[in-house]
């Protein structure tokens, strides 16, 4: 393990204490170990993206269907990005949500950047993408 | 087994001369066992149809998603019958065609009524409505 | 439309009696139509089948995932054969029932042994095989 | 916007060597900035997991199907909870390796637990919980 380092930062008053709440909520007693931990997950992703392989994503959309032909958006998307698109799950929660999990595969940085043009799509009420390892078919 | 029964009936000479193509490609050289398969698997489904308990069922779909807005359709649909509507996978096939397969819950006739009105939609190129046995939850 | 032709087979009592009452229930009064009706659905099956074209079918399944690790046979027969499975979905029935959807693509005849092969594993209690048509990829 | 607090604290060497590659590779030049946006994500999904409304997650997966039979043990998992899990989603991405999708139903706090148990099954690669917004069945 390399030396320690003293830094320090700016950060608004009620967003650290919201942060110390929490820290204590999960009994995460030490502020420094907690920033840490949130920079290593970060870099993890991150270290994914960095490689130039074939990898695999999930994308979790959340949407109410009757705002503006979402549905057919996002299969339209899907057509024109289909050898990235594997397949898509999609339940009706409810008479207006829907909850659609989609299924990618293909370089690293187009993938995210297909998952954050659908987590933009107008109408879209929660949308995370998560990046995956590197797989080889 | 109940004694066998004679009876005739009148179809057309070539739809007769497929069926027994196809009985010689399959291996069922005997005409009147063929047609009583037939049967037997047509009797089948209808019992479970006729049993007044909650059944799983399925629609495969095959269509054009540039088509008329089935994507919407399909969902709005779904939305209306979402009680009867667990889940639904798409794939997309090529630029144009997407596969669904939409699985269900109800009672035998609402599920067989519902998966012939999305089979019916305009647009849809193959569909095909598969009841399941009944199940307890 | 080709002349008629009149043929004769011979049935069981009991059978040709609960094919008469289904015709009644669904408003077939004609027998020879009925009849008729059961040899088209067949052959156009058939007749996807006789193409050697690239094709999507799926495969509907219910079982009881305490038996004999069913789900495990099932992810290991669907990776000997990865090229042909696209995509599946599973849904927990109850605490005992599963349902689940296979969605294939491959040649006609390798996709029906493959369906076959599946619905026949031990503990499978109930399955079904849907061809669909051709595509294109 | 409340007042600024400015805090220190410290941290591995490398690994703040490591978060300032991260921020200049995302143009993320202000290093304050980019650690209020790591807190505020965070504190986002916490939010959620507050709530107790019903909500709904989902759990990405990738696992060696030929290790310690983990297919069966998912599908046990998900049908002791199957009040939670509403479907799940099944690709096979190479002879090996399997992408599963799970989505579940239930109260936050639960959904968590559980997303993290099936995260830390032996033989699981790599895998993600996403918490999604409550909604109303």
Same mark, same amino acid.
């Given at each position: ?59 979790? !959309? ?7 032909? &979402?549905?057919? @958006?996002?299969?339209? =998307?899907?057509?024109?990005?289909? *050898? ?8 009706? !929660? ?7 999990? &989609?299924?990618? @595969?293909?370089?690293? =940085?187009?993938?995210?950047?297909? *998952? ?8 879209? !009420? ?10 080889? @078919?």
């Amino acid at each position: 393990m390399a030396g320690l380092e003293r830094i320090s930062m700016t950060i608004e008053k009620d967003l650290i204490e919201k942060f110390d709440e929490m820290r204590t909520r999960n009994n995460l007693p030490n502020r420094s170990e907690a920033f840490r931990d949130l920079i290593r997950q970060r870099l993890v992703e991150e270290e994914w993206e960095q490689n130039s392989i074939e990898s695999v994503a999930t994308v979790t !959309l959340v949407y109410d269907h009757h705002k503006k032909e &979402i549905s057919d @958006k996002l299969v339209t =998307e899907a057509h024109h990005h289909h *050898g990235m698109v594997m397949a898509s799950m999609h339940i009706h !929660l409810d008479a207006h949500n829907c909850l659609e999990v &989609i299924a990618l @595969k293909g370089m690293p =940085e187009e993938l995210r950047e297909f *998952g954050e043009h659908l987590i933009g799509i107008k109408g879209v !009420l929660h949308g995370k993408f998560v990046m995956g390892p590197p797989f080889s @078919k």
